[in-house]
Nanobody, 123 residues
Framework: QVQLVESGGGLVQPGGSLRLSCAAS????????MGWYRQVPGKERELVAR???????NYADSVKGRFTISRDNAKNTVYLQMNSLKPEDTAVYLC?????????????????WGQGTQVTVSS
């Protein structure tokens, strides 16, 4: 099993900044990718930012230039630096990790999700 622990959410005024953290632990052979998604009621979950082990990144158009994803591979941790926050950034942010784990002595690829952390941008 793999566990994800998220932190860093909260209430911030428009134009402010937050940094989200997500630490992965458990039966991890290797991590293929880590990323952040967000969800609001009535809408589908959307990709915010994702980074692969090879260093490639993918950002939602709405956050390009404002958000930055980074990883500390030694700590199995991914960060999302969020600057110039807007009210429309308000959502539950969920960490996602794609890992290679061991099941019955076999390597398998699986996705795991964090519990989500609330980000509210309001004055």
């Amino acid at each position: 099993q793999v566990q994800l622990v998220e932190s860093g959410g909260g209430l911030v005024q428009p134009g402010g900044s937050l940094r989200l953290s997500c630490a992965a632990s458990g039966s991890i052979f290797s991590i293929n990718a880590m990323g952040w998604y967000r969800q609001v009621p009535g809408k589908e979950r959307e990709l915010v930012a994702r980074r692969t082990a090879g260093g490639s990144t993918n950002y939602a158009d709405s956050v390009k230039g404002r958000f930055t994803i980074s990883r500390d591979n030694a700590k199995n941790t991914v960060y999302l630096q969020m600057n110039s926050l807007k009210p429309e950034d308000t959502a539950v942010y969920l960490c996602e990790v794609t890992v290679v784990t061991i099941v019955n002595y076999a390597r398998v690829v699986r996705d795991y999700w964090g519990q989500g952390t609330q980000v509210t941008v309001s004055s």
